[in-house]
């Protein structure tokens, strides 16, 4: 089984790498992987376009998020939104935890935005957006299933682009002896359209061993690098099939 | 009063990350909510339990007195001054 996809605009935004060219240069190096030091997280992209009374509410993942998918929608007005991140905003969920066994008074505030949709639904309150939007996820099956989701929407005929968000931050330091999640903080987005010239596949192939278990993290790196040019091709196993992302 | 009432716009402004704004730009009579400093109802929660962690002050979101009390900044002001008094 082959899907063909068409990526009208891509943004990733990492610490030291925010524009394509940054991208496409480290694509061309070769680098495995992205250097981002993982406790604090350094730097955020500035947002000052967005209102400040909505970006008061933003933490350094959301506005990393924020940012690849403003760059992302530019004019665009309504778009279906599929937002992909593993662990969402981990560290605001842990100090709440933190606080449930402090048995200290929960923020209402802090509460309201560490739900998983809670990015998405600051960017459809910014922008207006009323369109359908969908949080997923993806726990060892990388970005396959929001490409998957934003394929499955466009197909329904109603919406002829969609914007996929891709967003992860290093666990808080307690649980990365246990998990080790991402490495550091890493967004993308991706403009998709129903129509236009095909710029990526996605082929399907049936896979009889194990499954290895890929975060979103390493999958995304490999698709930006297919994105900027560096690579022709991934391939990806997950979900019990292969999956090979080519442009 | 001026005192309290700075003590109050301080923590409104750290508590509600209102970045941009300096205390001296609020005025203690303007409305706290809607057209004054455009704060939302998650911001009432908040100042609720900030109220309550500074002051310990316990507000009842369902009641018609809690609007009064978070009017202003003046009304939060008179409502700190009064359970001292007590």
Known sequence: ????????????????????????????SGNPVVSRPKNPVPEVPDVSYMPAMLRRRLSPLARAAMHVAWQCLDDCQQVPLIFSSLYGESDRTF??????????????????????????????????????????????????????????ILNEGQWQQALLVFYDRPLPELYQS???????????????????????TLQ??????????????????????????GADSALWHCSGANWRLAS | MVELENELK????????????????????????????????????E?????QNNYGIKLNSESEETKKHFASVRNLALLVQQSREK
């Open chain 1, 95 to 152: 100090a709440l935890t933190e606080a449930v066994a402090k048995q200290e008074q929960l923020s209402p505030a802090s509460f309201s935005l560490s739900v998983h949709n809670a990015i998405a639904g600051q960017l459809s309150i910014a922008r207006n957006i009323t369109a359908e939007i969908s949080c997923l996820s993806p726990l060892g099956a990388g970005v396959v299933p929001a490409l998957l989701e934003a394929m499955g």
């Open chain 2, 10 to 45: 301080r923590m409104i402004v750290d508590t509600l990350n209102l970045e941009d704004i300096s205390i001296e730009e609020i005025d203690s009579e303007a409305p706290l909510f809607g057209d004054g400093l455009g704060l939302d109802s998650i911001d009432a929660l």
């Open chain 1, 204 to 229: 399907m192939q049936a896979n009889e061993g194990a499954a290895d278990i890929q975060e979103q993290e390493s999958q995304l790196l490999d698709l930006i690098r297919v994105l900027a040019g």
């Open chain 1, 1 to 28: 089984m082959t899907l063909t996809l068409t990526i009208d605009r891509w943004s990733a935004w990492a610490p030291g790498l925010e524009t394509n060219a940054q991208w496409q240069q480290w694509a061309a």
């Open chain 2, 47 to 51: 100042l609720g339990v900030a109220m």
């Open chain 1, 178 to 200: 246990t998990v080790p999640g991402p490495d550091g903080m890493l967004a993308c987005a991706l403009l998709v359209s129903k129509s236009g010239p095909a710029n990526l």
